[in-house]
């Protein structure tokens, strides 16, 4: 069993700056890829970035440029630091990993609880 614990989600104006942590922990032999994803009301859930094994990543086009991802693999956790932020930024952000117990074991979906972060005009 993994469990993710997000930090880092506030209220903040437009162009300001956060950083959102995710540290996950419990039994883990590898983790594949982490990421994060974004939910706003009445849309539908997205993947904001996401960093794999070999350090690869990949953003969402409406991010490219403002944010950055990235891992910190000892502590198995993963970061997203959001610059320049908009109030179409506003969303409960999820960090997501994709993780395996034991070198035989599959690997499992795991999600944090999500953090609110919400961006003023």
């Known amino acids: 069993q993994v469990q993710l614990v997000e930090s880092g989600g506030g209220l903040v104006q437009a162009g300001e700056s956060l950083r959102l942590s995710c540290a996950a922990s419990?039994?883990?032999?590898?983790?594949?890829?982490m990421g994060w994803y974004r939910q706003a009301p009445a849309k539908q859930r997205e993947l904001v970035a996401v960093?794999?094994?070999?350090?690869?990543?990949n953003y969402a086009d409406s991010v490219k440029g403002r944010f950055t991802i990235s891992r910190d693999s000892v502590k198995n956790t993963v970061y997203l630091q959001m610059n320049s932020l908009k109030p179409e930024d506003t969303a409960i952000y999820s960090c997501?990993?994709?993780?395996?117990?034991?070198?035989?074991?599959?690997?499992?979906?795991?999600w944090g609880q999500g953090t609110q972060v919400t961006v003023s005009s």
């Open positions: 419990g039994s883990i032999f590898s983790i594949n890829l």
């Open positions: 960093i794999r094994s070999g350090g690869t990543t």
């Open positions: 997501y990993c994709n993780a395996a117990a034991s070198a035989t074991a599959r690997s499992y979906d795991y």
